[in-house]
């Protein structure tokens, strides 16, 4: 069973940028698909962007193509959200997930394809 921690959250204004990370523990980073998810007030919990095992297959919901990248770091175990261009829109508490079981590249924004999730971290953009 794999632990997750995220970190990195705050507050920034419109255009800014943060750095979210996600440290595994349990299960090594390679073994695990994962994912970060976003939930804003009153809205209910969507997929943001995924990486594969391997490292080099991402998916990102439209809404962040162009400006979210993840990317993992295998010897810290941990995965990054790099958020670049913020608007209000992305404010939300955002949460890490994964899987050690096989995640189909066509489902790799759903939610319920992840058992392991991390406690959240808040993002908020203000003005």
């Known amino acids: 069973q794999a632990q997750l921690v995220e970190s990195g959250g705050g507050s920034v204004q419109p255009g800014g940028s943060l750095r979210l990370s996600c440290a595994a523990s349990g299960n090594s980073r390679t073994q695990l698909f994962m994912a970060w998810f976003r939930q804003a007030p009153g809205k209910e919990r969507e997929g943001v962007a995924s990486i594969g095992t391997g490292g080099d297959i991402t998916h990102y919901a439209d809404s962040v193509q162009g400006r979210f990248t993840v990317s993992a770091d295998d010897d810290k175990n941990t995965i990054y959200l790099q958020m670049n261009s913020l608007a209000l829109e992305d404010t939300a508490i955002y949460y890490c997930?994964?899987?050690?079981?096989?995640?189909?590249?066509?489902?790799?924004?759903?939610?319920?394809?992840?058992?392991?999730w991390g406690q959240g971290t808040q993002v908020t953009v203000s003005s």
């Open positions: 997930a994964a899987d050690s079981g096989y995640v189909s590249r066509y489902a790799r924004l759903r939610e319920s394809e992840y058992r392991y």
